[in-house]
């Protein structure tokens, strides 16, 4: 497990909903990813969708708009489209069907 993963936040502001948006993708990181390498750049605000993020190497990127509960999204990189779940179970299902 790397431990020694320093990361910067972009786009990070204030807002009430914005803060409680990480908290929410930090504390899914922390019960369901702790470990897994986080993306260069892969933690920000989206100012154009609203959503906070966290991008992982896998291929989930955990998101919270504008602090309701988290969705977890997956972009199929052969077609473009972005699939959100509520749930990570199914996430991760879909990624191994498209990686399988």
Partial sequence: MNTQNNQTIYNFSTSFCELQGFSK????????FAGEYVLDGGIGFNSNSGYT????????????????????????IETGEETFFDNHEE???????LNG
């Fill in 25 to 32: 993708c930090f504390k899914a990181y922390a019960d369901f």
């Fill in 53 to 76: 993020y966290i991008a992982l190497e896998n291929g989930i990127c955990i998101c919270s708009m504008l602090g309701a509960d988290v969705e977890y999204l997956i972009t199929n």
């Fill in 91 to 97: 996430a991760e299902d879909l990624l191994s069907t």
